[in-house]
């Protein structure tokens, strides 16, 4: 979709003058919008205009409205595609009132909106999700999705140093036109994913503006999606700690290397070879992982996670570079424990 050279460009235009390339994605994020809007109104204006010369064309002004009339249904039918919500365990304030307790406070820290749903997935991993009610015109429904996994991963402040991170793509306090873009550009992809998928022969007006704007607009708003990462990593150093975060990123990346090397790998072999189930992973989940201290292992996962460089297949920067961002070193900090296992100087 765009190259490396392609990226650094605009990156280090980023850098130059952070004020007017945000204004510059911003026009062109409004200039998409404004293009979907135009459509729709000129198939408005058209069927506006065939009712009202009903009374001078008669017979002749029905056989337009009929065709405009349905082309504007299908038209409008395909921006208004229903996107799938997220999967999980859906769970309110008197399920779990200490997590909801630092949901609650980092919302009102951040000036973030509230949550509509808090779902609990058996991924190693948190999200922000928004999804809308009303297809391309948007009334979106927020979702905060965090992984069982993840959070037995962590400690209580480790845990609000990654939801803190995720709640700054919503703040409306901290770079509120970069997070606006952060949201459009996941926005335009889902977009034009969906309208992929619901291909129809009759909706030309808008699929060939989507196959050429929308790769455009991903590679002119990748830079500031970076950046955006850079600065969910910063609220959230200052709303716990420049080392608590050191040690969040460190523990993930290492307790992510476990989980697909070793931990998963282990109970699908079991699974292979009895026929009903005999363990719950999530179970004696934090025992494993209390107990998982072998130093040869967590060294190498360490390193592992220190040499990936930060590319162009994700947003997310590497490991190193995010460390780095924040002035830290790795840090690897089992929570069950309690102390460092592996505290290593970049």
């Known amino acids: 979709m765009y190259s490396q050279e392609t990226i650094a460009r605009l990156e280090q235009e980023l850098r130059e003058n952070p004020k007017a390339y945000h204004r510059k994605v911003k026009i062109l ?5 404004l293009y979907i809007a ?3 109104m000129v198939l408005v204006i058209l069927l506006i205009l065939a009712c009202l010369s009903i009374l001078v064309l008669k017979a002749f002004a029905i056989k337009i409205i009929i065709p405009v009339a349905i082309f504007l249904y299908v038209i409008v039918k395909s921006l208004w ?7 999980g365990i859906a769970i309110q304030e008197k399920d779990a009132p200490e997590l909801f307790k630092i949901i609650n406070n980092l919302s009102l820290k951040l ?13 190693f991993n ?24 993840l959070m037995q991963s962590l400690s209580v402040q480790q ?6 991170h995720e709640f700054g793509h919503l703040s409306k306090n901290h770079a ?4 606006w873009i952060y949201r459009q550009r996941i926005r335009w992809a889902q977009l034009y994913q969906l309208v992929e998928q619901n291909a129809s022969r009759i909706d030309i007006i808008f699929r060939p503006f989507f196959k050429k704007f929308v790769p455009y607009f991903a590679s002119f708003s990748f830079p500031v999606a970076r950046a955006n990462e850079y600065e969910a990593d910063k609220i959230s150093v200052e709303l716990t700690s420049a080392e608590t975060v050191a040690q969040t990123l460190t523990t993930v990346n290492v307790v992510g290397c476990y989980l697909s090397e070793e931990f998963w790998p282990t109970i699908f072999k079991h699974a292979e070879n009895m026929p009903k189930p005999t363990i719950s992973p999530y179970l004696g989940y934090v025992n494993q992982l209390s107990e998982f201290s072998e130093p ?14 930060t590319n162009l297949e994700d947003t997310h920067p590497s490991l190193m570079d995010r460390l780095e961002s924040i002035g830290q070193t790795a840090q690897l900090i089992f929570a069950e424990k309690g102390h460092t296992e592996v505290d290593q100087e970049i």
């Open 159 to 164: 845990l609000t140093s990654v939801l803190a």
């Open 29 to 33: 994020a409004w200039l998409g919008n």
């Open 176 to 179: 509120k036109t970069a997070n």
């Open 296 to 309: 040869h292992k967590t060294k190498k996962w360490l390193d592992q996670s220190l040499k990936l460089q």
């Open 111 to 123: 000036n973030s909106p509230s949550f509509h749903h808090v779902l609990i997935t058996d991924d």
């Open 126 to 149: 948190a999200a922000v999700v928004q999804t809308p009610r009303l297809g391309i015109f948007g009334w979106y429904e927020n979702y905060l999705i965090i992984g069982l996994p």
């Open 81 to 87: 595609i229903s996107v799938e919500k997220p999967q």
């Open 38 to 40: 135009f459509g729709v």
